[in-house]
């Protein structure tokens, strides 16, 4: 593979969205950032390397001179260039909606009741997974690095090699890989796995999706054999060899750290303060998403209202909701759910002078998302199952009294770096999160400033640009023994007697 510390040899990014979203308003071309967390991830990562975005930019429009003209504009100063993927309506709604958001992103966090296996989305996958790869290929030198992103493109390693590219070829993927059990479910199987087979390094968040994906490939290949224990093993099936490791995303932690203290975003923070005199607050930030548990976690608020009053009056909880996928009937669905809870919560609570939970749903600008996480006390971060789940890792960057308390679901993939110093929760036990609440209002200073220096720390040690280095080590390391065995998330168990 090449060496990417020698000039020239460039980084390429291909994602399903590129980082901006091109919209045409009263016949002309603008632009505004995208959100999420493999955006916010991997842009500090070219803006300090530099090299080629590949991915769509969001419109069904064919493709014109202005949109360029517009793409251009939107990184002029970036560092990097933006190539952009045209797809139609029919990619839009058999690939995006269906096969990538109604088939894979609810399976692969084990809500296998949410799919739709609507056949024809499968045809749809690999004729848009075969529209980027004819992109990538008319774009890279043969020094680039390949590097493709997420669950929507998991079959471009596949269709890279179909149109006869030689070069190495590596793949993240973002959300968590399923247990056998529950991937074996998928109706295009076998396929899939074939294809995450022709990359040549394939990363996971945590060892447990590492686990799964290896159980996974052993059903279908019994011939299978590990080589290595550590970060990254080396796979043998048939004539295949492909490296799989393990690289928990990190975030851009300095940058975190220096933005929450500048004089914006401490202004902002005094303000929310002052709205709110006397309070704990409590911060939950998701994504419009029914895998980030917001209806449990409120269920879990009204839980610790009715059984500590003394919370009453004392506690607030923010939360905070950025729209997304809203065109897609469940994401609407869980927006009416919300909104519902919300009102009863606040109608059986309210009292004078306080207001139970803060309810926000719209994107926020970087000052004022910095400002909440520096003016709460705890972040209340509760997702059924994550990636990894970067809002509780921002939380501890941008935390400079070092007080803040993390309240973690243990099925974020964060769980595993994090354990030791966030209170762990299971986010379906409504009651064990209420009480982590309660312990989280209560904990001494002294407890507090002890877990989130070690939290910090994490954060600090495994920021975004150590993720893209050992991703990018272990493309081209000759020897894989120098890479650490990963932490692991144990679960904290009762010991029962029969
Ligand atoms: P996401 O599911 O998008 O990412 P997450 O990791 O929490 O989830 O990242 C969300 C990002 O969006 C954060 O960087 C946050 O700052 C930003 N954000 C959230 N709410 C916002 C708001 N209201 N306004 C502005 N910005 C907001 C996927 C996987 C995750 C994995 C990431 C990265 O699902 O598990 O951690 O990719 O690999």
Redesign the pocket.
Known sequence: MNDLSTAGDRLVVVSNRLPVVLRKIDGSWSFSPG????V??LAPVLRNRGGIWIGWPGSVEAETSAMQEVLEEATRHSGYTLKSVALDMRDKNDFYHGFANEVIWPLFHDLQSHCNFAPRYWDAYTRVNRKFADVIIRSVGPDDFIWVH?YHLMAVGRELKALGMGAQVGFFL??PFPPPDIYMKLPWRFPLLRALLEYDLIGF?TLRDRRNFLQCVRLIAPDLTISGKGQVVTLRVGRREVRVGTFP?G?DFKEFARDSQNEAVARLARHIHRDLPGRQMILG???L?Y??GITHRFEAFRNALQRFPELHHRTTLVQ???PSREDIPKYHSLKVEMEQLVGEINGQFTQSGWVPIHY?F?????T??LAYYRACHIALVT?LK??????AK?FCAANPEGEGVLILSEF???AAQLQKAALLVNPYNVEEVAEAIQRAIHMSAGERRARMHKLKRFVRDYDIFWWVDAFLRAAIAKDLSNFPVPEDYVPHMETISL
Not at 35 to 38: E, P, R, Y
Not at 362 to 366: D, E, G, H, N, P
Not at 386 to 391: A, I, Q, S, T
């Open positions: 959100s999420g967390g493999l916010s991830a997420d973002h959300i968040q995303i975030i930030v998701d994504r998403d895998t980030k905070v909701v950025v926000i719209r994107s926020l600008s970087r004022e998302l997702p994550d990636g990894m789940n970067l809002v921002e974020a993939g964060a």
